[in-house]
């Protein structure tokens, strides 16, 4: 069984049991959370699919920790123009482990 959610603009495919890094949200470790924009459920085989979201399907899971990812580095440079430009960042997530998909 899995579900596709939708939060913060993007969507995840997920599973019992999965652990997913989310957006930050600012949350305590160990508190739970859940997910009301569920699009589609598929549960043996059998694929539900919201008009954008199913009615009373829910996503629960629970907080694992929060923290950053590696540095991402973003290298530009242009040849013969003595033009060049290096950014980086590190993305701030949530860890959440997904306890139950519920329709």
């Known amino acids: 069984m899995y579900a596709i959610i939708k939060t913060d603009g993007k969507q995840y495919k997920v599973a ?12 305590e470790t160990k508190s739970a959370i859940s997910f009301d924009e569920v699009l589609a459920v598929s549960d043996n085989g059998k694929l ?24 991402v580095v973003i290298f530009k440079k242009r040849r013969r ?3 060049k430009q ?17 329709l």
């Open 16 to 27: 019992k049991g999965d652990i997913i890094l989310f957006d930050k949200r600012g949350l």
């Open 48 to 71: 539900s699919v919201g008009e954008p979201t199913l009615k009373g399907a829910k996503v629960t899971g629970e907080v694992i920790n929060e923290g950053r990812g590696a540095k």
């Open 81 to 83: 123009k003595d033009s």
């Open 86 to 102: 290096k950014r980086g960042f590190r993305r701030d997530f949530t860890r959440v482990r997904i306890t139950a998909i519920n």
